[in-house]
């Protein structure tokens, strides 16, 4: 409600509130923007509530001196009594506004029924005009449409006409230039075709050419024109069908152009020689702006190949000869000296860092000089390696004979391989340097490897050969050596000599390191010259086979040895076997002379089986870090060295195996003596003297462990796993067999065989170190066979109760009873043995 309109409506407010003095004032423009109840009605009532308010604040003011308890319990005032006497006669209401409250919001009401109409009404004619406007713009809408439709379809036709006349101009501007340029060659072959005929004379008009041909400051426009003359007659020659070589010098004849492409031919090659001079005196006086002038005329003469032939032929280190007996010497040293390996890689390198360095310098030349660089760079650098770089491997590669090696002493093949593999591998690296500095299109890793190709052809076969050639010295060597050890040793005797010999030819393992080094210095090799996988994979595989082959031939020669010194040991005990016409002095020097060729050569060959183990361990860990990932580009080359493998170590294991048999041969020769000369009859059958029974174990038996546990020790030192298990096993099983049969040579009476046990305990604590169950079960029986002995003759049968695998054997100790036949103990065990079967 605005209080400016109160003055305009001053008659509706009169008539719509009677009491109130306030007008009431409602219009459309209250109810808009932010609308708010709450403010609309206290704009309404304000005006009336205020004076209520006023008059309720006054009687409070005035009834406040009655008493505090003017209030009754309902919340109304207590009025005086005085007061109530007195207003008694006059009836005043407690809310006077209330009738002109309900007057204004009558009337407030019907005004808001008016204001809905008005609003309504204005709905309705502002949608009756919106909806005539709408209809009105969709009209104008189309009409704007078809118009712009219309328009597309002008600018369509225009932009298809535009085109039409775009490619009419195209056209005859084309037409234009065709035109324009047959008039050029009209004109340029009217020209040529003058220049031409001055040229199809005889040699005597040659005088009166046009100057262009002898104008010194035009040569590069006459060197043109010279070009097209000759490509111009030579093609009209050759649909003559007239070969062009064989007018060349040839000005009498007459037909055709042949006098003018042989005048032409003349004058092109005077032209050419006399810009090959000029640019070699501008080489000489490094006019590089001169040089580059005639580069680029002389490209015209055969993409200009002979100027860059020319110019690359003319360079000092392709014809200065110091320069090349400098290269050889600092590579090969002084004359007649013998280069080794790691000078030649000092002097290549040197040397082919000059070469780069010079290569570089013309390179900044060619670079400004000639219109094709590239094809200039290819030449030099071909003409690099072809000439100053072949020179130098001819003289330091002489490929040697695999029939004549070159000896050893001079260093054989090995000395061309390494400096082969020097060479080559320089080599390689001054192609990648010179491919940094530039070299054009030039396949300069196929001709760097075109230079090597002679020796690489052959390569494994002397790669080959030159293991054999340092197998066959070092054998030698070695041989050479123990030979010299031998004869140093004077005038010894034959036994001790075999043993020195024996051990002075022993394997050694530092020999077979030697050898995988050789191969693996070879397989380097073979990296370094093979390039593909499959040729790298059989190269290693064949050298890897030299190795087996050479180790496998030294290892077992070596056992060989070993087991000739066991053979000289038999031979030697079979020599000195005691006998009834030798003394006892002699006889006691033969068996320690035995004994100790025997302990000598039992030594030699344990030690020589430890090395052979160390070797092929050596050789099995060298194939498995070095050589097994190189053979696997080749379907089966693993598996098959695998197999090369096991078959060359297979002929050194019979050796082996036949060397450790006779190992145990030797130990049980001297056990079988040291039993025959120790152990004494009444070892086991010690008379009845009162005296008690001695518990010690025999002098025979001590002898015998104390030689076991002796000459052993090399076995369980030198012997391991499987090998180790196998030859204690049977060791065992031979030392309870000849135990066996030695016993059954002596009677044995009660205390013997408490002795006996005794023996048989010893020996069973000593196999119980073989850690071979089988051998200790046998000794266990042993033990309880011996009771056969103690127990009286009735009490036999309950031995056998618990094992009765040992009755047989158990009948042979039985019958070695001091009473077996006073016992009558044949006719007991045979009923024994019937009843329990």
Known sequence: MKESRDGTKNDRVAKSSSVSSLPLILDVDDFKGDFSFDTLFGNLVNKLLPSFQEEKTDSSEGHGSFGGNDTLPNGHMRVPSDVAKSAQGVSTPLFPEVDALLSLFKDSYKELVDLRQQVDAKLYNLKREVFVQDSKHRKTLCGLEKGVDGLFDSFARLDSRISSVGQTAAKIGDHLQSADSQRETASQTIELIKYLMEFNRGPGDLMEISPLFSDDSRVAEAAAVAQKLRSFAEEDIGRQGISVPSLVGNATASRGLEVAVANLQDYCNELENRLLARFDAASQRRELSTMAECAKILSQFNRGTSAMQHYVATRPMFIDVEIMNADTRLVLGDQGSQACPNDVARGLSSLYKQITDTVRQEAATVMAVFPSPNDVMSILVQRVLEQ?????????????????????????????????????????????????????????????????????????????????????????????????????????????????????????????????????????????????????????????????????????????????????????RERFVLGTSVSRKVAAAAASAAEAAGESSFRSFMVAVQRCGSSVAIVQQYFANSISRLLLPVDGAHVASCEEMATAMSSAEAVAYKGLQQCIETVMAEVERLLSAEQKATDYRSPDDGIGPDHRATNACTRVVAYLSHVLESAFTSLEGLNKQAFLTELGNRLHKGLLNHWQKFTFNPSGGLRLKRDITEYGEFVRSFNAPTVDEKFELLGIMANVFIVAPESLSSLFEGTPSIRKDAQRFIQLREDYKSAKLASRLSSLWASSS
Request: with cysteine; charged share 25%.
């Open 388 to 572: 100053r770089v072949t020179a130098l491997l001819d003289k330091l590669l002489m490929k040697p004979s695999l029939v004549n090696l070159p000896p050893v002493e001079q260093g054989g093949l090995l000395l061309y391989l390494r400096m082969l593999a020097v060479a080559y591998e320089k080599t390689q690296k001054l192609a990648r340097d010179l491919r940094a500095v530039g070299c054009g299109d030039l396949d300069i890793e196929g001709l760097t490897e075109s230079l090597f190709l002679a020796h690489k052809d052959e390569y494994s076969e002397h790669e080959r050969a030159s293991l054999r050639q340092l197998y066959q010295a070092k054998i030698e060597e070695l041989r050479a050596e123990s030979l010299q050890q031998i004869d140093s040793t004077g005038s010894i005797g034959r036994s001790k000599g075999s043993a020195i010999a024996s051990s002075h030819q022993q394997i050694l393992v530092t020999a077979v390191t030697e050898f995988v080094r050789w191969n693996e210095e070879s397989i380097s090799r073979c990296n370094l010259f093979s390039s593909e996988p499959a040729t790298l994979a059989n190269n290693v595989k064949a050298v890897f086979t030299c190795l087996l082959d050479q180790v496998s031939q030294y290892i077992t020669e070596g056992l060989e040895r070993a087991r000739e010194s066991l053979n000289e040991a038999a031979a030697l």
